[in-house]
């Protein structure tokens, strides 16, 4: 802890100048006296520092003592600070590590350099959890990666979605991806390769088994191609309807897939401004429920299986609400 506090008060120092005691201490949440033992510290292993006393003094490096990262150019600084994900960052237990590590690629930066990425920086956010979503609980996430990182093989409880009890695994750890926000462990399964959802992964072991990563596997690739099958694969059905241009405007909140396929097969709207088009569903079921968040603006043609499952639904709907305003009624009747 000692040894990096001073490297990061070394980078402060000459990444924004000149710094007061009182502001470093507020930095690293530690008291002024441990401040000036660490100047001390960094003194007497060489490092040019002094300091200047009175209302605006506070400690400096002697000027030109820096190092630079020779070869960076502009745009690959600026690469840098944009690629740093804070959130992910901290879900992994890299926080500190990713601010210590920007902290030295900007001090170790030449000077026409640093304003670019200083700027990147302050101008750019990346937030990568969807809207009207928080980031999901992860206890088991940073267990997960060490097995990742260290190629150990994983002995861990998954519970399957819609189940309660616990399935039992040993897997073979090939890597973590972010999609949206949710963490998934693609990971080899005997002769398989799967994904598995970490907020969905309890109890993770690492063991001390070493787990040979198969040398061809690429990770991006695998997940693209394995995206690409599943969301093929999700759709088990169709259904006809018919949509208002509001309704049209409205099939992104269904995902891209159905939007894409309502748009392509939309006809020519009627003197209404209503189209008809067949959009992708997974089941009568979740079809029925999936497109209730249309409300008015669809209409369902078919199939007649769809139709009345969505009928279903409302009428529980209709029935459950007038049940609950008839009894509303009646209290007020008879307070």
Request: glycine share 10%.
């Amino acid at each position: 802890m000692l040894a990096s506090r001073l490297l990061s008060i070394l980078m402060l120092l000459q990444t924004r100048g000149r710094m007061s005691a009182t502001a470093l201490a507020g930095e690293f949440e530690v008291s002024v006296r441990t401040i000036h033992r660490d100047i001390d510290q960094l003194s007497a292993a060489g490092v040019p520092v002094y300091a200047e006393r009175g209302r605006d003094g506070g400690f400096q490096l002697a000027d030109g003592y820096r190092t630079e990262l020779t070869g960076l150019s502009q745009s690959e600084a600026e690469a840098l600070f944009l690629a740093g994900l804070p959130g992910p960052a901290a879900q992994l237990g890299l926080a500190e590590a990713l601010e210590l590590a920007r902290l030295k690629v900007t001090a170790a930066l030449p000077a026409k350099v640093q304003p670019g990425a200083d700027r990147i920086a302050a101008r750019f956010h990346l937030d990568p959890v969807g809207w009207f979503r928080a980031a999901e609980p992860l206890p088991s996430l940073q267990t997960v990666a060490r097995a990742v990182w260290n190629e150990r093989y994983l002995a861990l409880g998954y519970r399957r979605a819609g189940q309660n009890a616990l399935q039992q695994r040993k897997l073979g750890p090939l890597g973590l991806v972010l999609k949206g926000g949710t963490w998934y462990l693609v990971a080899q399964s005997g002769k398989s390769i799967r994904t598995y959802r970490v907020s969905a992964i309890f109890d993770p072991q690492m063991l001390d088994e070493a787990f040979a990563r198969p040398r061809a596997f690429d990770l991006p690739a695998h997940w693209q191609r394995a995206s690409k099958d599943y969301e093929a694969s999700l759709y088990g059905g169709t259904a006809e309807v018919r949509l208002s241009t509001r309704g049209l405007a409205r099939l992104d909140t269904l995902g891209h897939t159905v939007a894409g396929a309502g748009h392509r097969t939309a006809s020519r709207p009627d003197r209404q401004g209503w189209v008809r088009c067949t959009l992708p569903i997974e089941t009568v079921e979740v079809g029925a429920r999936d497109l209730l968040r249309l409300g008015e603006d669809v209409e369902i043609d078919g199939p007649p299986a769809l139709r009345a499952e969505m009928d279903r639904l409302l009428s529980a709907m209709l029935t459950r609400h007038r049940a609950r305003r008839s009894r509303a009624g009646r209290r007020r009747r008879n307070p």
